[in-house]
RNA sequence: GGCCGGGUGGCAGAGUGGUUAUGCAGAGGACUGCAAAUCCUUGUAUGUCGGUUCAAUUCCGAUCCCGGCCUCCA
C-alpha cells in the first residue's frame, strides 16, 4: 500500500504521489518565538517528524519548518520584559531547539526565518501589486480577497460569511473587510524594512508563501500545520502565493492535525490553561509525551492528562522490558510490515502502536533466544520510525525526572539492592523486603532474575 | 448563525456490514522465598430514536450532547 493522507483542500484521503518521483517537498508552519513552546504547539512538529521519517524511506526529503521572528506579539513582548527583540527571539529560538530535541524531532532540512527573508517578501508583495491582487493605502499594502475567485476554497468560508463576521477589524483603510495585511508600517519603536511603500514590516502570511517558494518552488507536495491554522493562515497563504505564482498549484496536499484540549477545552495561550513543553519535561521524558502524543490519531482532538501520561509511561515501559538485552548489531533492521501499512494509512500512529505490543508480546512468548533477538531488532526498527526507542533500555529505565532530582540516586539504589542481596543470600527474607519497600516507596522497582537484580524508575 | 470534527468497555484508543484491536487499571491462575516481570484466563463497550439489510458499533436519516474554526492561535 502506498501513502494515502487526507487533504484538507479535498476533504479526502489521497494517494500521495510527489510532483517529481523521488523527491518531496513539504512546509510546516514553526513557531512565533516570543515563548515556550506549549505542548499544544508541538503535537504538530511530532506528527510531521513522523511523516518525515517516513518518507525519508522512500523519497530524498526537503523538509521546511520556519521561524516567525518578526511578529507584534514578540515586539509586546520584548517591550515587557525590556529585552532586545533580537535578544527575545535568539533565546526563544534556543529554548524550541532544546524541547524539540527532548521530544526526540529530526531536524528539518530547512530552518529560515522571517527576518532573513524579508527581500523576498518585498518582491511577493510587488509581485501581487503589480498583478492587481494587492493594493496600497495609508502606508500599508492590503491583499484584495475579490481579486482571486477561489478565496475561501481551503477553509470553505464563503466571502458573505466573513463579511458577516462579528469579529473581523474593519480598518478603514479596508477596501474590503475580508482584506488582510501583506505590509504594514512601523516606526522607531518596531522593527522595519525599507520598502517601496515606506518603512515597515510584514503582515503574519507573507513570510510563509514567501519561504516555501525560496526553499520548495511556487508548487510543491505536502503544506501542514495545526487545525486552527487552516484559516486565516493557510487560506490567505493560499490567495498570495496563487496570485503571485498563478496558475499554478500552490501545496499540492494541505494536512492539519486536531487540536489538543485540556478539560474538553483548547489548549492556548490566550485561555492560559497550557502546559509548556519544558514544564511537562520535568516530569516526564520526552519519549513518554511523543508516546501520548501519538496515541490517538492526529486529526482527533487530543485531550492532555496526567493520567494519559502516566498510562504512556507504563505502556512505554513494557515495550523498553522487551528490549532489554538487545545487542544492537549496527544493522539497519526491518520495520514491521503492519505499522508501515498503518502509517501508510493517513499515519495511523494509534494503529502501528498497537502492532509494538503485539510485537512485544511475541517477544515475551518466543521460544528461542535467536527468534527472541530478531524480534527484539523490529521492534527497536519499528518503533524508530515513530521516533521512539531513542534509548538503551537501561537509560530509560535509570531515567531520573528533574522534579524527583532529590529522590535516590544510582549509587544509593545500588548499594541498597546489595543489601537486599546479601539479606537474600543470608535468607533473612524480611530485612530484604524492608528494603524493597523503601525502593518502591521511591517509585523503584525491582526485579529479581535469575542473572540478578533488575531495577527502573 | 455558518462551516467542520467527534460521542466505543473503569480509563485511553483503533479497526470493522457478520467472527468484535491494542495499552493502562482490575480479578483469578502459573511462575517466585514473597514480589516484580512474563505467560494463561477473565470483563454482557459502541450517546438516543428510527430506516436499509438475513445481519448495523460500522451505511442512511433524525435527535441530544461535546469540541474546533469564523482575522491572536499549532
Not at 319 to 326: K, P, S, W
Amino acid at each position: 500500500m502506498a501513502l494515502h493522507i487526507y487533504n484538507t483542500l479535498h476533504h479526502k484521503k489521497e494517494l500521495i504521489e510527489p510532483l517529481k518521483e523521488g523527491h518531496f517537498g513539504m512546509y510546516v508552519c514553526g513557531p512565533t518565538v516570543y515563548d515556550r513552546v506549549h505542548i499544544g504547539n508541538a503535537r504538530p512538529y511530532v506528527i510531521f517528524d513522523i511523516l518525515y521519517r517516513l518518507l525519508k524511506r522512500s523519497c530524498k526529503v526537503l523538509y521546511v519548518r520556519n521561524l516567525t521572528d518578526v511578529d507584534d506579539k514578540i515586539n509586546k513582548r520584548a517591550r515587557e520584559i525590556g529585552s532586545s527583540i533580537h535578544d527575545l527571539t535568539v533565546q526563544t529560538i534556543g529554548w524550541f531547539h532544546e524541547d524539540m530535541q527532548a521530544l526526540g524531532l529530526l531536524e528539518p532540512s530547512h530552518e529560515p526565518r522571517a527576518t532573513q527573508h524579508v527581500p523576498e517578501m518585498i518582491a511577493m508583495i510587488q509581485n501581487l501589486i503589480d498583478k492587481g491582487h494587492a493594493y496600497t493605502a495609508e502606508g500599508h499594502v492590503l491583499y484584495s480577497v475579490d481579486s482571486l475567485r477561489e478565496y475561501g476554497c481551503l477553509s470553505r468560508h464563503n466571502r458573505d460569511e466573513l463579511i458577516a463576521g462579528a469579529r473581523v477589524e474593519i480598518a478603514p483603510y479596508k477596501r474590503d473587510p475580508a482584506d488582510f495585511v501583506l505590509w504594514k508600517p512601523s516606526d522607531s519603536e518596531t522593527p522595519g524594512w525599507k520598502s517601496p511603500w515606506g518603512f515597515g514590516r510584514p503582515g503574519w502570511h507573507i513570510e510563509c508563501s514567501a519561504m516555501s517558494c525560496r526553499y520548495l518552488g511556487p508548487t510543491f507536495d505536502l503544506h501542514g500545520g495545526g487545525q486552527d491554522l487552516v484559516f486565516p493562515h493557510h487560506e490567505n497563504e493560499l490567495a498570495q502565493s496563487t496570485g503571485a505564482h498563478g496558475p499554478h498549484t500552490f501545496a499540492r496536499y494541505w494536512m492539519h492535525n486536531g487540536m489538543l484540549t485540556v478539560n474538553g477545552e483548547k489548549m492556548s495561550k490566550s485561555l492560559g490553561n497550557f502546559v509548556t513543553v519544558r514544564e511537562a519535561l520535568q516530569k516526564f521524558h520526552g519519549e513518554t509525551i511523543r508516546y501520548i502524543l501519538i496515541s490517538s490519531h492526529y486529526r482527533q482532538q487530543l485531550d492532555w492528562t496526567d493520567e494519559g501520561l502516566s498510562q504512556s509511561k507504563s505502556s512505554l515501559d513494557r515495550l523498553y522490558i522487551c528490549l532489554r538485552g538487545l545487542v544492537d548489531d549496527g544493522h539497519e533492521n526491518a520495520v514491521d510490515p503492519k505499522i508501515l501499512e498503518a502509517l501508510e494509512d493517513d499515519l495511523n500512529t494509534p494503529l502501528a502502536l498497537s502492532r509494538l505490543h503485539e510485537i512485544a508480546t511475541s517477544i515475551n512468548k518466543a521460544k528461542s533466544s535467536k527468534s527472541r533477538m530478531q524480534l527484539m531488532q523490529i521492534l527497536k526498527a519499528s518503533g524508530q520510525i515513530l521516533g521512539l526507542f531513542g534509548l538503551a533500555a537501561e537509560d530509560w529505565f535509570t531515567w531520573r525526572s528533574a522534579a524527583a532530582a532529590d529522590s535516590l540516586n544510582d549509587e544509593d539504589i545500588k548499594s541498597l539492592i546489595a543489601e537486599r542481596i546479601q539479606a537474600r543470600v543470608n535468607k533473612d527474607f524480611s530485612a530484604a523486603d524492608l528494603i524493597r519497600d523503601k525502593l518502591l516507596a521511591q517509585g523503584i522497582h525491582l526485579e529479581d532474575t535469575p542473572n540478578g537484580t533488575l531495577w527502573r524508575r
